[in-house]
């Protein structure tokens, strides 16, 4: 999307809470990486509808998705992964002071490295990708055999400022060329993925939503 769009979707976003505009606040002047409200309000629409009971969330950052789906879904859990220290200690604290301790299960770690504890807590309705975005195929092959028959895997940032759309050749940073390959070849494989009905929607930075087949009930 083009940004005074953007910009004009984020204007007409509800009004969060005290709390969550001082996280955007943190965010936007610490440089931590946090879903855009284009993206957040459709994600968060979806998830109303759809009432998961129990949410993985790959990516906690600072905390602030998780806390938006607690405050959408007042009858969801929700565990979620950062290996991040720093950010970690942000998580907790906003965490505490929402109130939302006993919702939300914070697991320190690489992802790549925690699937043990997560196999404890699921099976999940839902899993939210919001890390490093190489690593997104790795993610969700891992954690996939926990979800649950009918359930969805959202994946941000899938269309990454708009650069899949580009021709390699003409990024010049090495790194972001590798990054943008390896986006597209996950969008590629997931489109692909005869387990899963999957769409890429337009808003934000890019949202994959992935329905895993089979019957939910």
Not at 72 to 85: G, H, S
Request: hydrophobic share 40%.
């Amino acid at each position: 999307m083009n940004e005074n769009l953007d910009r004009y979707l984020e204007a007409l976003a509800p009004m969060r809470n005290d709390l969550l505009m001082e996280m955007e606040a943190y965010a936007k002047a610490n440089g931590v990486p946090i879903m855009e409200l284009s993206g957040m309000e459709p994600l968060l629409q979806i998830l109303k509808i759809q009432k998961p009971q129990n949410i993985l969330e790959i990516g906690t950052a600072i905390g602030y998705s998780a806390l938006r789906m607690a405050h959408a879904l007042p009858n969801a859990a929700i565990v979620t992964i950062e290996r991040d220290e720093e950010r970690l200690g942000r998580a907790h604290e906003y965490i505490k002071r929402a109130g939302m301790g006993d919702r939300i299960s914070v697991i320190e770690g690489d992802a790549l490295e925690t699937e043990e504890l997560v196999s404890q807590k699921g099976p999940f309705d839902c899993l939210f990708i919001d890390a490093a975005k190489g690593q997104y195929q790795r993610f969700f092959e891992m954690y996939e055999k926990y979800l649950v028959p009918g359930g969805i895997i959202f994946t941000d940032n899938v269309l990454f400022k708009g650069l899949v759309a580009e021709d390699l050749e003409s990024i010049e940073s090495k790194r972001t060329r590798n990054l943008v390959k390896k986006i597209k070849g996950y969008n590629e494989w997931l489109i692909s993925n005869e387990d899963y009905e999957t769409v890429i929607l337009p808003v934000g930075d890019g949202l994959a939503i992935s329905m895993k087949k089979g019957d939910s009930a």
